[in-house]
């Protein structure tokens, strides 16, 4: 969720929807030109470089040493000990690094005499200044001593340690075999276990707490009363066998109507009908598995007899009971079994049937009457229910279902138990809601519970899109195949009279057509993984479920981490490119961290994360509006810049994983107001800072067309029924619309309103005051007056901590989110004063942040599918059975992707939307074009599904 950069100085772009209009580094701090080994991923250096200098990146073009532009990760941390006596520190990091790695340093004596060296030379050195991240006042050069110099270096030299083996193209390639890997071992498990998630729904599973039950490698979906009815119309299903089934039986009824009550005599038949959604729910009291039982079940496999379309039965207590616990009662139960199994497997072919196994009991609780109902002869009767059930058919396998969770289940909350044999009824409603599960997700098909459904077929969009990847695979491995052939035959070849090699021609650069197939190559293969992760049900899905302690805690490592990797700012201005790129990333980390843990249930974090939105959109307005004051460029390679890269992984996301456009909110949320921002500008009289520099009544125009922009803004947030008018009008309403209708883009619209107007007058009003030399904008030079300084610091920290005492005494989301438009400017003018009023703070940035802060966008969308699932309601489970080891796993993937996708959008990008007015036209003529087949294949789909 990347979003425009603030700034610098008037030579450098401020708007970059991805944090850099020119091609993406291995790394974010890395400033030499692209690896030898990723030569088709970049354009001629001459032409990166003047990229970088129009939007204000580093371009293919700029410094750095081979050394740095192989390691990826981050430059060298060469300045842990440069500040002074350069010679000897240099000398002395060398020492240590050598003593690091145990190899020699400067000729023989190996890592132990390279630590001896270091030491005697940190003995004969004076106190000096400790090297950090500032260099410190003479008159602190003297309190540091030889402990912290060798910290300091000990600390670079890790850094250093790290970026040498762990660059981005080896991480790729780690993240690729991983992904080979994880995809061959799942397919093979479901070869072996069957790809039956119903199975893994009735059979296994763990508490995630106190009620949230897991099932293994799915999700379970909560159902409410309407889903209910709407799913079991015209409906008929039966619950036979004892107390405990009858348990079941109100548990399940319950769902559709929370008022039934438990009442009436307990030893005979329940009813219960009703009769608006046609649903019929019987309770059939067998407590035995008998004759009885026998001729019950008989009845319905007749065929002038109305079957119930779901049957659930299941008894053994009474038997153990009233038998009081013979194996002449156990050898009963098997005969009358295996009479009864025929019976059910014919009812199976044409109804669900489902067979309860018992529960366990707690003994300590059961009273005397019940005392030879003990776990052992439970568990005897359930191997007895297994084995003859299941070999009633001939078949390979039983139509008649085991229902065998229940005993998970009860293994857990059975000491919650009043009697020892009843399960609590929270366990009983777990349970209902498997059935209900088992049932409906098959029928209704919710996004949140993978449990029994099916994979969905292709629509016909995904198909052409699947042949369209599969020709550019095609085509690029031909490109390539051709390409190696003309190399080797270009290959030095020794002339036999000199013996010399010479070379036949001197090697091309890359064809723009390579990079384009190439580009469009590796987009294929990564859109078929966001299919396997998120459509194909090859990899499993869990639930969420939130603890403080699954939100916080990855808070602190990324602060840690956030700490650890930091450097000093190129520039010292408010809001520099390297402080919004560190702003934008640690932003971003939270919002993943907040949608994996579930925090949304938590009310004070969802508030404070509703802040991080509004600010991302806050960064919009500022850095769109400096742009365009700034430079005054209101051409339309610059817009079709700024919405291709916004756009293009959400379009092509939308043709693949078959959603809508506004299924991915933020990206139309920052389209649409790059566009108002760029129609509020534009439009005459075209009002840009170079023109109101010669006269100030132009100042009083600009603010005379942001009231205006603020007016309709007012009107639009206040009056529904205009906001749907023009966002229903077609084609506008099939980007807008969701479920059929434009209210969650309304919704969402109207919670961040004011926000983009608050980023834009405060670009006005600080570009005002920075030509005025208002500010003191120096290296260590806090921003104000000493007075006036921690004044704006003592009313930011106070305004801040007010703002988060609001959001966590907040009553409900509803309250909150009526007075957040109007109060969350509040903590982000804080934190934007508190980050750079102190000159220390605003001269040093946090690289970690910065690098994933130039890849927020494609986090942000990229989580949907490959990180989180069910198009973002659950978790992706690439590593079952081991959550930690499955989220540091997923997480390494899901970044890689991200980071790929970026240097993809960037290579595209140069060649889709070219400077040349001419071509820009023609291409904007093709991609006219495709959106028009897109809607004419988008109306087909919706009267097929009609």
């Not at 039956?196 to 508490?207: A, K």
Request: charged share 20%; proline share 5%; hydrophobic share 45%.
């Amino acid at each position: 969720m990347s979003l425009p950069p603030p700034p610098p100085d008037g030579a450098r772009d401020l708007v970059t929807p991805q944090g850099s209009m020119g091609p993406v580094t291995p790394a974010p701090w890395a400033s030499g030109a692209p690896s030898p080994e990723q030569p088709l991923l970049r354009q001629e250096a001459k032409g990166e470089e003047e990229e970088g200098e129009e939007t204000g990146v580093q371009g293919a073009g700029a410094t750095g040493t081979g050394e740095q532009r192989r390691r990826g990760w981050g430059e060298a941390a060469e300045t842990a000990a440069v500040e002074e006596g350069q010679v000897e520190a240099r000398d002395a990091a060398a020492a240590a690094a050598a003593a690091g790695t145990g190899a020699p340093a400067g000729g023989a004596g190996g890592g132990r005499g390279a630590w001896r060296r270091l030491l005697a030379w940190l003995r004969r050195r004076q106190p000096q200044c400790c090297p950090c991240a500032a260099p410190l006042p003479r008159s602190a050069a003297h309190c540091c001593h030889g402990g912290t110099k060798m910290a300091a270096l000990a600390y670079n030299l890790g850094k250093r340690e790290i970026n040498h083996y762990f660059s981005v193209r080896s991480a790729k390639l780690l993240a690729l075999v991983a992904v080979l890997l994880l995809a061959a071992c799942h397919l093979a498990s479901r070869r072996y276990r069957g790809n039956d998630s119903c199975e893994y729904l009735l059979s296994s599973g763990r508490f995630l707490g106190e009620k949230v039950w897991q099932p293994h490698s799915c999700m379970m979906h909560k159902y409410k009363i309407s889903e209910a009815k709407n799913c079991l119309v015209d409906k008929h299903i039966a619950f036979i066998g004892d107390s405990r089934i009858r348990q079941l039986f109100y548990s399940f009824v319950k769902i559709i109507n929370p008022q039934f009550k438990e009442e009436g005599n307990k030893h005979e038949n329940i009813p219960f009908e009703d009769k608006i959604a046609s649903v019929k729910v019987d309770f059939l009291w067998h407590p035995e598995v008998n004759g009885s039982m026998k001729q019950c079940i008989k009845v319905w496999t007749e065929d002038s007899v109305a079957k119930p379309h779901v049957i659930v039965a299941g008894a053994a207590t009474w038997s153990i009971k009233i038998h009081n616990g013979s194996n002449e009662a156990l050898s009963q139960y098997k005969m009358n079994i295996t009479s009864i199994a025929p019976l059910l497997e014919k009812l199976a072919k044409t109804s669900d049937v489902y067979w309860v196994l018992q529960d366990p009991v707690y003994e300590d609780l059961l009273s005397e009457n019940r005392k030879m109902i003990t776990n052992e002869k439970i568990d005897a009767y359930n191997e007895a229910a297994v084995s003859i059930l299941n070999s009633s058919t001939r078949n390979s396998k039983s139509n008649v279902k085991m229902f065998s969770v229940s005993k998970l289940i009860a293994q857990e909350t059975i000491m919650e138990s009043l009697d020892g044999l009843h399960l609590p009824e929270s366990s009983r409603e777990t349970s209902a809601m498997i059935l209900m599960n088992v049932y409906c997700n098959k029928i209704l098909k919710p996004v949140d519970g993978s449990c029994c459904q099916p994979r969905p077929p292709l629509t016909l969009m995904q198909k052409l899109a699947a042949c369209f990847f599969t020709l550019s695979i095609v085509g690029y491995l031909i490109f390539y195949i051709i390409h190696r052939n003309a190399h080797r035959k270009n290959k030095p070849c020794t002339d036999l009279e000199s013996g010399e090699e010479k070379k036949n021609i001197i090697n091309t650069p890359v064809s723009p057509l390579e990079i384009l197939l190439q580009s469009f190559c590796k987009l294929g293969l990564i859109m078929a993984y966001f299919y396997m992760c998120d459509r194909a049900n090859l990899f499993m899905k869990e639930n969420k479920f939130y603890t403080h302690s699954t939100f916080f805690i990855p808070i602190i490592y990324i602060l840690v981490l956030g700490v650890f990797y930091n450097e000093n700012t190129k520039e010292t201005k408010v809001l520099n490119r390297e402080q919004t790129d560190e702003w934008k990333g640690w932003m971003q980390l939270v919002i993943l961290i907040y949608h994996i843990s579930g925090a949304s249930t938590f009310l004070p974090v969802y508030m404070h994360v509703r802040v991080l939105v509004a600010a991302y959109l806050f960064q919009t307005g500022y850095g769109h509006f400096s742009y365009f004051w700034i430079k005054g460029d209101f051409g339309i390679h610059r817009v079709c810049q700024v919405l291709f890269r916004l756009n293009f992984l959400v379009v092509v996301l939308c043709i693949v994983m078959d959603q809508p456009y506004q299924f991915y909110y933020f990206v139309p949320l920052v389209t649409v107001w790059f566009m108002v921002i760029y129609v509020t500008l534009a439009l005459w009289p075209q009002i840009i800072q170079k023109k109101a520099n010669g006269n100030c009544f132009w100042h009083f125009g600009l603010l005379l067309k942001l009231a205006f922009l603020l007016l309709c803004i007012c009107f639009l947030a206040y009056s529904q029924g205009a906001f749907e008018k023009i966002f229903s009008l077609w084609p506008l309403s099939k980007c807008f619309e969701l479920k059929g209708n434009v209210y969650e883009w309304w919704f969402r619209w109207r919670l961040d309103r004011y926000i983009v107007f608050h980023g834009m007058l405060f670009a006005f009003i600080y570009l005002a005051l920075q030509k005025r030399q208002v500010l003191s904008e120096g290296k260590g030079e806090p921003l104000f007056s000493n007075k006036i300084s921690n004044f704006l610091l003592f009313i930011s920290v106070v305004s801040f901590l007010t703002y988060s005492i609001w959001a966590s005494s907040c009553k409900n989301k509803a309250e909150c989110n009526e007075l957040h438009p109007s109060v969350s400017v509040v903590q982000i003018l804080a934190f934007i004063l508190i980050r750079n009023i102190p000159g220390c703070a605003r001269s040093v940035y946090s690289t970690f942040f910065a690098w994933f802060g130039k890849i927020s966008l494609e986090l942000f969308i990229c989580q949907y599918h490959i990180w989180l699932a069910a198009d973002t309601r659950g978790i992706l489970v690439l590593i079952p059975g081991n959550p930690m080891l499955n989220i540091i796993v997923s997480t390494f993937i899901f970044v890689c992707v991200a980071h790929e996708i970026s240097q993809i959008t960037n290579d595209l990008t140069q060649i889709i939307i070219p400077k040349d007015n001419s071509s820009l036209l023609k291409r904007l003529a093709c991609i006219a074009a495709f959106f028009c087949g897109l809607l004419i294949l988008s109306s087909i789909q919706d009267k097929s599904r009609h």
